[in-house]
Nanobody
């Protein structure tokens, strides 16, 4: 089972990025999936999640700006990030739970300049 995030980079405030997470198909069949982010010295925080049924939830700080989605045919999870702010700067991780174990992708750096 694996998760591999990509799509991070450097963007100016107000810009957009789309993160992708190529994941093992099993996650799409049995698990909700999530995006987390972490900055140095702080705990990893949940950014957005999507259930098996497609229900989404977002952190208050990104509500209305970020959209999580999944393409089962491509076994890929996405995070569309619009109206980016400097405080969105972090390493972003995709994640899923399978058989009671939480799996993490390797992380992708997002840097938003002011």
């Amino acid at each position: 089972v694996q998760l591999q995030a990509s799509g991070g980079g450097l963007v100016q405030a107000g810009g957009s990025l789309r993160l992708s997470c190529a994941a093992s198909r099993i996650f799409f069949d049995v698990s909700g999936m999530s995006w987390y982010r972490q900055v140095p010295g702080k705990q990893r925080e949940l950014v957005a999640g999507i259930s098996l049924g497609g229900t989404t939830n977002y952190a208050n700080s990104v509500q209305g700006r970020f959209t999580i989605s999944r393409d089962t045919a491509k076994s890929t999870l996405y995070l569309q990030m619009n109206s980016l702010k400097p405080e969105d700067t972090a390493v972003y991780y995709c994640s899923a739970v399978f058989q009671g174990t939480r799996y993490w992708g390797q992380g992708t750096q997002v840097t938003v300049s002011s």
